[in-house]
């Protein structure tokens, strides 16, 4: 909602980009809840698989070829490595493997394989200006930096949104039981009803709408600051 109401509000592009190249995590006709849910909450997208535009395939898993070029044009200009080294994910995020002293540093082009962050990639072919996410993913932001610099590519403007929270520890998940729009739907929740609550639950509007407690769609685009954005958990 936050990603199409800056779009809308600056008249820049809403585009809608599948990202399923983590297969095991794929749920069966989840890609149709989520045409189903923009079309009937009126978040129309510019750009997406369904309406084509001039950067598609807008599906990940149909653009694998083009992450491998980016990957070896990475190793090429030395931002990353290749590394077969037998070791655990947990030895790294202890800080016991010293990529210092990794003797793959070295490995020849020819003899290895990249693995590429795709969003990365997609959003510098695809023009994106505005990265919007939850506060969770803040720590992963300088990694990405990295690679934006390694390619010698403009940084995008982030906006991280604080969670919505189901109690004071955990936040609202579907995985978890949490309803989704569909299930409040369900109950009797109308959709305008639905939008306005999710819209008011992490932004607050400023000037002359400040004490404005319902909006429309219309209203909530022209009225939508960045700067109104919560930084405390909903």
């Known amino acids: 909602l936050y990603t199409w109401l800056i779009a809308r509000n600056a008249g820049g592009t809403f585009i809608l980009r599948i990202e399923d190249t983590d297969q095991g995590r794929l749920i069966e006709g989840a890609t149709d809840v989520i045409y189903r849910t923009l079309a009937e909450c009126g978040l129309d997208h ?15 898993s149909e653009r694998r070829d083009t992450y491998g070029k980016y990957a070896e044009l990475l190793v090429e200009r030395g931002g990353a490595y290749y590394c077969f080294c037998e070791k655990m994910e947990s030895a790294e995020d202890s800080g016991e493997f010293d990529r210092a002293d990794d003797p793959c540093r070295d490995l020849p082009l020819e003899k290895a394989k990249a693995r590429v962050a795709a969003n990365v990639i997609d959003d510098h072919l695809m023009g994106i200006t505005h990265v919007v996410r939850g506060s969770e993913y803040l720590s992963s932001t300088p990694k990405y930096n990295l690679l934006y610099e390694a390619f010698g590519w403009e940084v995008p403007t982030y906006v991280h949104c604080s ?16 309803p ?51 930084k405390s958990p909903a």
């Open 180 to 230: 989704s729009y569909e299930d409040l739907k369900a109950q009797g929740f109308l959709t305008p009803a639905i939008l306005n609550y999710v819209a008011l639950l992490g932004w607050s509007p400023r000037g002359e709408r400040a004490e404005q407690e319902f909006f429309t769609m219309s209203e909530l685009a022209e009225a939508f600051d960045i700067a109104g954005i919560s």
């Open 46 to 60: 510019d750009e997406g698989p369904d309406v084509g535009g001039p950067v598609a395939p807008y599906i990940q």
């Open 163 to 178: 969670p919505v929270m189901r109690d004071s520890q955990h936040k609202m998940s579907k995985r978890h039981g949490d």
